[in-house]
């Protein structure tokens, strides 16, 4: 069975930092790429983030470029989400997501249960 859990949510000010958590069980990281996704309050959830493969850089959307940073433990078979500067309006609900690798990105086949992300001006 294919599990997502996501863990590291929480409340920071702007330009503080959080590390997600993504542990995947069911399936290795040679299976799916994984991706994180996120939705604020009252919108619909956005394009992926950025995207984790064991085989090729990681992609990384124009709106988190330079400041998230995605990374893999293929032995605990977890992705990490390093959030650096960040700003109010990256408030939103995180998702982590597993599935094929597409040519825009990721087709995602499972997702976490998600985690809030606050950040307070």
């Known amino acids: 069975e294919v599990q997502l859990v996501e863990s590291g949510g929480g409340l920071v000010q702007a330009g503080g930092s959080l590390r997600l958590s993504c542990a995947a069980s069911?399936?290795?990281?040679?299976?799916?790429?994984i991706g994180w996704f996120r939705q604020a309050p009252g919108k619909e959830r956005e394009g992926v983030l950025c995207?984790?493969?064991?085989?090729?850089?990681?992609y990384y959307a124009d709106s988190v470029k330079g400041r998230f940073t995605i990374s893999g433990d293929a032995a605990k078979n977890t992705v990490y989400l390093q959030m650096d500067n960040l700003k109010p309006e990256d408030t939103a609900v995180y998702y982590c997501?597993?599935?094929?690798?597409?040519?825009?990105?990721?087709?995602?086949?499972?997702w976490g249960q998600g985690t809030q992300v606050t950040v307070s001006s």
């Open positions: 997501a597993a599935g094929p690798p597409i040519v825009s990105g990721i087709r995602p086949l499972y």
């Open positions: 069911g399936f290795t990281f040679h299976d799916y790429a």
């Open positions: 995207i984790f493969r064991y085989d090729i850089d990681p």
